[in-house]
């Protein structure tokens, strides 16, 4: 099952026509926790907000990569990309 703690994988899902994004928790502040997705992006959410179920389970948003059943994703897709 996920955790809240820096490092920690996350998958996001945007919806049936949109491919899942990967990202990691960066930073845990004051209730709220960042997320570095792959694309070079980030997202702030409050502590809570990431699903711990498999994606999609539970409609659009952030689910802990731990708790989806399929998770043998290559580490490599959840390293942002560097910049331009």
């Known amino acids: ?10 998958l996001g899902y ?10 990691k928790i960066e930073k845990i502040e004051d209730g709220w926790c960042q997320i570095a997705w792959s694309d ?6 409050k502590i809570g907000s990431i699903y ?5 389970a ?8 731990s708790a989806h059943s399929l ?3 290559p580490d490599d897709w959840f390293e942002m990309e560097d910049a331009a």
């Open 52 to 56: 711990h179920d498999f994606a999609g």
């Open 40 to 45: 070079g992006s980030k997202s702030l959410d």
């Open 1 to 10: 099952m996920g955790i809240y703690r820096e490092g920690e994988k996350v």
């Open 58 to 65: 539970c409609g659009c948003g952030a689910y802990f990569c």
């Open 14 to 23: 945007w919806g049936a026509m949109h491919p899942l994004s990967f990202g």
């Open 71 to 73: 998770n043998d994703y």
